[in-house]
């Protein structure tokens, strides 16, 4: 059998461990590559390819395509019940599911717990603004600990600004469904509000002027390398950190999101019985273990909760939590090129190019265009209604 995946060491370690005694080879590709390969390419319907490791967003996209295989009569037998619930809703349509959980970090608040416990720092910080220095819960403690942390050789927090439809979109997100906003309104009085943030930390240099370059894998070894005072970037990155420089808490606004990545066995797969064998073998409580132990991120209840995983990372230790309130973008099959509309706004208006509300309302008419003005009305499904967020 052959697997097609995105290149990360921690996929590579995992899989060739998992993989003892099914003959499986692995082609990695970067995240571009790969994209076009499964979504516009023939990849999962010539043969060449049994398995793919999928970003859930690709989903609906190869869903309609046929390029995937319904995987229900093949499941895990404890599914859905061994994960949370919020780790099969992009996979499953109706009776049937179309991929299984491989790897997650939901978005996590990560700091610097040195920073947040020295008590100069935090008598200074309190004599500044009346409160006490504490992870931020909502999005002006965000701002207020930012500033207080920005300083030579230091920035409040960083951001993964590429305009790739990846993580600037996501921040985006993030911004709106914590302002009580949806991508019903993508031009609305939150996302503005949202987008204005996302301007602010850079107009106020509380991040690094290079992080609108960076994509979040180099937005993540620079909050690593002591760059940062906090981000809030995947939580999967906290295992990037010196043990002990980092601590993880939910996201300010009281909502997260939720984007994972996927085993599916392709529409052309030459051996699907040895394919469906190999899923549920690697869906095993041990089996998910190793994903964790190798360096990408379990899925399972009971890896989250196992003593050798929490001692890998302490985002484990609030994963649980952190579910119960993920939200993911809508399943639109044209979920890709929406996300290129928003960035293209989002870069638009960080960079200084253009105003918040006459980027997104730019955008908003690009994607009625493309969705059509009753599907553009899409709303993510999420486990519950966060409150509104200030800033």
């Known amino acids: 059998m052959h697997l097609l995946g995105r290149t990360f060491d921690g996929f590579a370690r995992a ?10 080879t692995a082609s990695w590709l970067e995240l571009p590559e790969l994209e076009r390969a499964v979504l516009h390419g023939d990849a999962l319907f010539d043969g060449r390819v ?32 061994g994960w949370s619930p919020s780790m099969w809703q992009l996979q499953t349509r109706g009776s049937r599911v179309y991929g299984l959980p491989y790897h997650d970090g939901p978005m996590m608040l990560l700091y610097r717990p040195d920073l947040f416990a020295d008590a100069g720092e935090r008598a200074g910080f309190a004599a500044r603004f009346g409160y006490p220095l504490a992870p931020p819960v909502t999005w002006d403690q965000f701002l207020d600990v930012a500033r207080w942390f920005t300083r030579p050789g230091l920035h409040g927090t960083v951001l993964a600004g590429l305009p790739d439809g990846h993580n600037d979109v996501y921040d985006f997100l993030l911004q709106l469904w914590s302002r009580g906003g949806d991508l019903s309104s993508p031009s609305g009085p939150a996302a503005v509000s949202g987008l204005e943030f996302l301007r602010r930390l850079h107009a106020e240099n509380l991040v690094d002027p290079a992080s609108l370059e960076w994509d979040s894998v180099a937005s993540g070894e620079r909050f690593a390398a002591g760059g940062a005072a906090m981000m809030v970037n995947w939580s999967g990155y ?45 869906a095993t409580p041990e089996m998910d273990v190793i994903t964790s132990l190798e360096g990408a991120n379990g899925v399972r209840l009971s890896t ?52 918040p509300g006459e980027a997104l309302l730019a955008a908003a008419a690009e994607i009625e265009r493309v969705l059509g003005p009753t599907t553009a009305r899409v709303t993510p499904g999420r486990r519950r209604r966060p409150g509104k967020a200030s800033s």
């Not at 420089?245 to 030459?270: D, R, T």
């Not at 302490?314 to 649980?320: I, K, L, Q, S, T």
């Open 15 to 24: 899989t060739a461990r998992q993989s003892a005694g099914f003959a499986l």
């Open 50 to 81: 049994d398995l793919a490791l999928v970003v859930s967003d690709w989903l609906p996209a190869l869903i309609e395509r046929g390029a995937v295989r319904d995987l229900s009569g093949h499941l895990p037998p404890d599914h859905p019940g």
């Open 238 to 282: 906290a295992a990037m950190c010196a043990p002990g420089s980092v601590a993880c808490a939910p996201v300010p606004g009281g909502v997260s999101l939720n984007i994972y990545w996927v085993l599916v066995v392709a529409a052309g797969c030459s051996s699907p019985e040895r394919a469906y064998e190999y899923l549920r073998h690697v």
């Open 304 to 355: 989250w909760r196992d003593p050798r995983v929490r001692a890998l990372s302490p985002c484990y230790a609030v994963m649980e939590e952190v579910h119960r309130t993920v939200v993911s973008p809508p399943p639109v099959t044209a979920w890709p090129a929406v996300s290129e509309m928003l960035s293209a706004a989002i870069a638009g208006a960080v960079r200084g190019r253009s105003e």
